[in-house]
């Protein structure tokens, strides 16, 4: 059993009398990529700033590295990289610049800051932009940029908030491409996401939370296979008729979601359901026969879809 | 022994006081200041030297023959000397405001910059102190640039002039401090305005180019509250060898704003980044 590196027992966050984490247990094992999966306002932000020692939980127990962040706030977060939702890098310095000071703040000297800087342009792909304004880069570079600085301390816990939001396809493949080579490197990853996607890709484990609570967690796989079934049949009748038909197909396969545009039709074979959805003398529209995603875990859980 | 690892660093730092909030490496803030410093608009920097020269200029020679002496402490000022000081005041003021204020605020809303800095092992006091201190280099700069300029014109008659220096950092010190205290509680770009309504008649009306006492008795006793009028009779005292217990008042009214200052920056910086 590898050791728990991050551990939260009752985790609780109020502001006022709005309740934004509400009595959260998980434990991040070192090595692993962990995800904390839900809508905007899930309450995992929160969570992240708990963690990172910029922020004060209301009650219950958290340790990182068996340590209470409220008690070494410094201590804590100098093992930890942290890559936030809104890139705060330094607009008046270049892309060196901001790697090196970053590395100051952190009290690291500038000797060992020379090395460590051309380690992470190579890392972040940034070698040919070393000189330039941090203004001057695309979406995708800064988000590079900012995740090369939260190494810079060399963290043992790297925490990413929405990591590729915003970004295009493109970037954002190059960037998860960056974060298995770090957990290649053995670094432990604590991700935020609305995309289900990028949990799918990235996290070993996670936690699906809604409303500050912890609905699910478990693998990707195991996730799917616990609250969906393998595939998914969804049919689209135009959105007048799409209500009438739910009950009618409800007794065709396991389970229905429905959904304002389509229907999702849950079922271990897509194409066999397709075929006996015709033969009840149902023509939908559109059909498309995929597989179970987190997102269906999402939407049984809380019987609403991620991203609005 | 060299610590080069983050985690050793902020190790060797527990059981001191204040750890939470202070990692002792103010400097690095300093370091930062001085790297943007390198590459940012020149003609910021140079103004900030420049005006109080140009107001001696054209203010006090345009207007010296037409003034005449003026009286202070029963001895006749020459009026360049007289209004030397209260602009050495008046910019010692101007540079840490500008520092605390608008640059403070874009860092804290705009850039975000302060999020970042406190997601480090450093604390809201490392940046407080950081950035105060960086307004205070510069403040002690433009200073002795000042000074070099005046001196040799013989409008400092005494040698006690040569604490106005140190007088200018301490009155930049005070508003610095209470600026960025002020600023850290801003909500939008707009209420920075608010600070250029107070500072533009504390200049008019804290006795840069009169004597206050041209004043009914009452609105004097206004005037005093505010921090310039004070500053100005501070340095004005000691460019002119006028040395009374006096000074001691006008600098304890500086102290008193830096306590004041850093005290409420360092609680909002906390409650806005670790609340």
Redesign the interface.
């Known amino acids: 059993m590898s050791e728990s590196l991050i551990r939260a027992r009752g985790l609780t966050k109020k502001f006022d009398d709005f309740t934004a984490v509400n009595g959260i247990d998980f434990d991040v094992l070192k090595g692993e990529s962990f995800g904390l999966l839900g809508p905007n306002g899930a309450g995992k932000s929160t969570a992240m700033r708990m963690i990172g020692a910029t922020s004060q939980r209301t009650s219950g127990e958290l340790t990182i590295l068996g340590k209470d962040p409220e008690q070494f706030g410094p201590q804590i977060r100098a093992h930890l990289g942290v890559v936030p939702q809104q890139d705060n890098l330094d607009t008046q310095l270049s892309v060196t610049e901001n790697l090196y000071i970053y590395g100051r703040y952190f009290g690291l000297s500038r000797k060992f800051l020379k090395g460590k800087i051309e380690e992470l342009l190579a890392f972040a792909q940034l070698e040919e932009k070393r000189s330039a304004k941090v203004e001057s880069l695309s979406g995708g570079m800064k988000r590079r940029l900012t995740i090369a600085r939260a190494l810079v301390s060399e963290p043992e816990i790297l925490m990413l908030d929405e990591p590729t939001t915003g970004l295009d396809p493109q970037a954002r493949h190059i960037l998860w491409d960056r974060l298995f080579r770090l957990k290649e490197d053995g670094v432990t990853l604590l991700i935020t996401t609305h995309f289900m996607d990028e949990a799918e890709q990235l996290c070993d484990r996670l936690v699906v939370m809604d409303k500050g609570s912890i609905m699910a967690e478990g693998s990707p796989a195991q996730l799917i296979k616990d609250y969906s079934t393998k595939e998914v049949l969804e049919v689209r009748f135009g959105s007048e008729r799409n209500a009438g038909m739910a009950n009618d197909l409800g007794q065709l396969c396991e389970r229905i979601e429905e959904l304002p545009d389509r229907i999702l039709m849950y079922t271990e074979d897509g194409e066999e359901l397709l075929e006996r959805v015709y033969k009840k003398g149902f023509h939908p529209k559109t059909s498309l026969v995929r597989r179970s995603s987190l997102e269906d875990v999402f939407l049984r859980l809380t019987g609403r879809t991620l991203v609005d | 022994m060299?610590?080069?690892?983050?985690?050793a660093?902020?190790?060797a730092?527990?059981g001191k006081p204040g750890?939470?909030y202070y990692?002792g490496?103010s400097r690095?803030i300093m370091?930062?200041a001085y790297?943007?410093f390198k590459?940012?608009t020149w003609m910021i920097v140079i103004s900030g030297f420049v005006e109080p020269v140009l107001f001696l200029l054209s203010f006090g020679y345009g207007l010296k023959d037409l003034v005449g002496d003026i009286t202070v402490a029963g001895q006749p000022v020459g009026y360049v000397a007289f209004i030397a000081p209260a602009l050495l005041a008046t910019s010692a003021m101007n540079g840490a405001i500008y520092d605390s204020t608008m640059n403070v605020y874009f860092k804290l809303k705009h850039?975000?910059?302060y999020?970042?800095?406190?997601?480090?092992?450093?604390?809201p006091m490392d940046v407080a102190l950081g950035e105060i201190s960086w307004a205070l280099l510069r403040g002690l700069s433009y200073s002795i640039g000042f000074m070099a300029i005046v001196a040799p014109l013989g409008l400092i008659p005494s040698m006690w002039g040569i604490l106005a220096i140190p007088a200018a950092v301490l009155i930049a010190f005070g508003f610095a401090s209470f600026g960025m205290a002020v600023t850290s509680y801003m909500k939008s770009f707009q209420q920075l305005e608010i600070v250029n309504v107070v500072l533009l008649p504390m200049f008019l009306f804290s006795g840069s180019f009169y004597p206050l006492d041209v004043f009914p008795e009452w609105l004097q006793t206004v005037i005093r509250i505010f921090p310039l009028a004070h500053a100005i009779d501070l340095v004005r005292g000691l460019t002119l060898g006028n040395i009374s217990w006096a000074l001691a008042g006008h600098a304890m009214y500086f102290v008193v704003m830096i306590v004041i200052g850093l005290f409420f920056t360092t609680r909002r910086l906390n409650a806005l980044?670790?609340?």
Do not use: N
């Open positions: 060299i610590l080069s690892t983050a985690v660093i902020a190790e730092r527990m750890e939470k990692s490496r690095a370091e930062r790297i943007a590459s940012s850039d975000r910059l999020h970042g800095m406190l997601a480090t092992s450093l604390g980044f670790m609340r």
